[in-house]
């Protein structure tokens, strides 16, 4: 069974104090994975999809990487803006729904 | 690109009554659409997978009959709650696949639905 485990649960930064939220997963076959951030009481927005291991992608000061069992997702300088749930999700070899952690609920405190 | 709407954003309505939401991609085609549920504080949780031109499929212990899914354009999927129940008031959220796609799912806002 595809599984996706997201850690920690919760975590509580200083402004400008970088870091790192964890995604391991198995999955029968990667066809994609994808980090999304959710603020309360909205849809989840998308922010990147990785394909295969060793890949990276970037954007503004959220950085993501991928092995062959967990991804990254690294926060560098953050700001209060960026506290949100930041959710992982994964897709197996064909068109299959998504399978979601349950999330890391980041907090940055000015 | 890839802007999802759903609308309404919040329906109240009265126990035994139906509500109709509605999901359409907006700058995109989408032949696969998807319906969550999320509960306060907690993660998504898929209900059904809805394909153009054809029935949805249902998550393990969605009824079928309670959440009507119909996706007749590639732009549209709508879900109505029918008879409608305290509990299942929840935050209700649809995702779109753009056809031919790798697979990445575009959410729309969410539905507040409050249920008295």
């Known amino acids: 069974e595809d599984q996706v485990t997201q850690s920690p649960e919760a975590l509580r930064l200083q402004e400008g104090e970088s870091s790192s939220l964890n995604c391991s997963y198995t999955?029968?076959?990667?066809?994609?994975l994808f980090w999304y951030r959710q603020d309360p009481g909205k849809g989840p927005e998308f922010l990147f999809t990785?394909?295969?291991a060793g890949e990276e992608k970037e954007k503004e000061r959220l950085k993501a990487t991928l092995t062959k069992k967990e991804s990254f997702l690294h926060i560098t300088a953050p700001k209060p803006e960026d506290s949100a749930t930041y959710l992982c999700?994964?897709?197996?070899?064909?068109?299959?729904?998504?399978?979601f952690g349950k999330g890391t609920r980041l907090s940055v405190i000015a | 690109g890839a802007v999802v709407s759903q609308h309404p954003s919040w329906v109240i309505c009265k126990s035994g009554t139906s509500v109709k939401i509605e999901c359409r991609s907006l700058?995109?085609?989408?032949?696969?659409m998807f319906w969550y549920r999320q509960f306060p504080k907690q993660s998504l949780m898929l209900m059904a997978t809805?394909?153009?031109?054809?029935?949805?499929?249902?998550e393990q212990g969605v009824e079928k009959d309670k959440f009507l899914i119909n996706h007749a354009s590639l732009t549209l999927s709508t879900l109505t709650v029918t008879s409608a129940h305290p509990e299942d008031s929840s935050f209700y959220i649809c995702?779109?696949?753009?056809?031919?796609?790798?697979?990445?799912?575009?959410f729309g806002p969410g539905t507040r639905l409050l249920v008295l």
């Open positions: 995702s779109a696949q753009r056809t031919g796609g790798l697979g990445t799912q575009y």
């Open positions: 999955v029968s076959g990667l066809r994609g």
């Open positions: 990785l394909y295969s």
């Open positions: 999700a994964v897709q197996a070899a064909g068109n299959t729904p998504l399978v």
């Open positions: 700058d995109f085609q989408a032949t696969t």
């Open positions: 809805s394909n153009e031109g054809s029935k949805a499929t249902y």
